[in-house]
DNA sequence: GCGCGGTACTAAACCGCTCTAGTTGCGGGA
DNA sequence: TCCCGCAACTAGAGCGGTTTAGTACCGCGC
């Protein structure tokens, strides 16, 4: 015989599957002392449930979904990814809730996928990333009618819930502590241009330098990986005058520009500063050791489990979690400017 | 109406149930021309398999699984997982095959989910990591009679099928690479010692020693994590003689060594030579950058996927992948010894 | 004209579980 | 004594597919 069922399990008591079913899943319509029989027995059995089964019948699928549109390649690069899955996956595991990850080519795809794992009940729930500036995602996933939570926010996501961090806020802080510093030359390697987030930190970036009454603030967009890190750095410091402060928008872009100042001669921290976005082991454990953005990525994850799942156990709730603004940790790599080129030329 | 079911087709179109089931599996049964007519309708419907009703019947699940048993939290600082992930998931994404991933707290956890997931027709398939000494998941997949492929070998996994590198070979590389350089006090930040390719890498060490005549070699033991290889080099490198070369099991703590170095005012490569197992971004962009092991974890991930799709196809064919010898990848972190203190000191 | 084999299709069983409607037996109130 | 209500349980439909057994019809050879 095969994988026992709640059927062999029935004949073996001498009950029906009704009561079987009934004792396994603590509901009432039979007795205790029959309950107790019928989970003794399921348990000599090795009885498990058949989740396909159940899923047939309407119940949760105890799985939510990640979908992830981004040349598979460029994942492993980010430790922003890792860190975020490892988030996630120790909130989840805890409700014994498992995650459905796919790696796909586009937006398009991704919906494609959307549509094929609700329709399939093979989850429960999204997580959303990357919100890009014009998303057709949106609109999908609230007709699917499927709960889902974006990652990346304030803004019009319609009806769904979302987790955010404060980028513009972010940004502000670093520029105002760049220029408290004294740099008046601040420039910036963004990630990709079609994202929300990156654009909030450009504005950011530029109303700040205005307010402050700073030289105007460069944005190059990049696609996060640490060649075109490395390649804007040194589009920036082939500049003349060059900034004597760039912001990072993320930790392996900033660990590549530090490469190319010290390839192409310029000291960090005495005559250029780094900041990065986004904390992890790689701005702590580099010499000089990077002033960052820390943001606890680990328990953003965590953050956003914990709505998806509050939202899939009550899909009217309307969540919009803002998580704590990324706090700025000052380590090596930030430092006045040089006085000879950074504070007179301006 | 819901979403639209077989049933609706049939009835739309005017057939069975089962013609329809035909039609759309590509089966033998149905005219051209009623074939025709049910996919139009099925596609005008915006139909969708229910992966669920077709899991009941016994088909495949079209995904397979990745369970870790490491705290959450260590994922993130690993490049190699990520790595890992991206390269499984462009393999499996191209024949649609989704992941199901879930990290849980032990080996006994990962186990039962085993179980769980293969009893529920959730995955097709298993991909077993971090394969340790004493291994009791190797007999427990195979009683389940479950595809699976383990990473890391070479070695008793029973029927399991494999995909390893030669990490006997890899270590002896390196250490003949360090003797030509002239060093005689090699010492070893090792990972997690209940694993099978650290005592393999052990192993290669104390035999390629005795073999070239240096210095006893140490191996200290960690978790992976920078802490640990931050303070195992700090162990090393207070002892007297010190060792002249430091082998690392990751590149995170190679990065982590690196800074220890530089803390304690000790010149790499001039006064202490650094070689990292496992390539990433962190080895390429550090000053100085570190010499590695390369491997090529995106492609690994990607074979690990193939074997794992063909044991799936072919449940008989028993699969022994070894992958190509991680190569040494010369940087500016090694060189030959100082004179004063490694040559004549033994 | 009849039987034969093959094609195109239908009806219904089946996968494992859930859930509703219905049945049984029993104690208690009128 | 009879009926009511409740607890404990059963029977069976239903979820959305797949698959098998069976049927109707066709052209063909004898």
Redesign the interface.
């Known amino acids: 015989m095969g994988?026992p069922t709640i059927a062999d399990i029935a004949q073996r008591v001498g009950v029906s599957k009704g009561a079987v079913s009934f004792a396994l899943n603590g509901r009432p319509g039979v007795s205790e002392a029959t309950r107790a029989r019928i989970l003794e027995v399921a348990r000599e059995m090795n009885w498990?449930?058949?989740?396909?089964?159940r899923?047939?019948g309407g119940a949760r699928?105890e799985?939510v979904g990640l979908v992830i549109a981004r040349p598979?390649?460029?994942?492993?690069?980010?430790?922003f990814?890792?860190?975020?899955?490892?988030?996630l996956?120790?909130r989840l595991?805890r409700q014994q809730v498992?995650?459905?990850?796919?790696?796909?080519e586009d937006s398009e795809a991704e919906i494609e996928v959307y549509?094929?794992?609700t329709?399939?009940?093979?989850v429960d729930g999204f997580i959303l990333v990357d919100p890009k500036i014009r998303d057709p995602r949106f609109a999908a996933l609230e007709e699917l009618g499927v709960p889902a939570v974006v990652l990346g926010g304030p803004g019009r996501h319609g009806a769904l819930a979302s987790v955010w961090a404060d980028d513009r806020e972010a940004m502000v802080s670093v520029v105002d502590y760049l220029a408290a510093l004294g740099h008046r030359r601040v420039a910036h390697v963004a990630g990709l241009p079609g994202l929300r987030h990156t654009r909030r930190r450009m504005r950011a970036l530029r109303d700040s330098v205005k307010r402050l009454g700073l030289a105007d603030a460069v944005s190059l967009p990049t696609d996060f990986s640490?060649a075109e890190g490395a390649a804007a750095t040194r589009t920036l410091l082939s500049r003349d005058p060059r900034p004597t402060a760039v912001v990072y928008d993320s930790d392996?872009m900033a660990?590549?520009g530090?490469?190319v100042a010290?390839e192409m001669g310029v000291a960090v921290p005495a005559e250029l500063s780094i900041v990065a976005f986004d904390d992890?082991?790689?701005t702590?454990?580099?010499?000089p050791s990077i002033t960052s953005l820390s943001r606890d990525?680990?328990a953003l994850g965590g953050q956003v489990a914990d709505v998806l799942l509050e939202v899939i156990a009550d899909p009217g709730a309307r969540r919009d979690l803002k998580t704590g603004t990324p706090r700025l940790v000052v380590r090596q790599s930030t430092a006045p400017p040089a006085l000879g080129k950074g504070t007179k030329a301006v």
Do not use: I, N
């Open positions: 994988r498990r449930p058949h989740s396909a089964a899923a047939l699928a799985a598979a390649s460029t994942l492993g690069v980010e430790p990814f890792a860190q975020l899955l490892s988030g996956q120790a595991s498992a995650m459905h990850l796919l790696v796909v549509r094929e794992w329709s399939a009940h093979r640490d392996v660990l590549a530090l490469g010290g992890s082991v790689l702590r454990v580099t010499h990525t680990f």
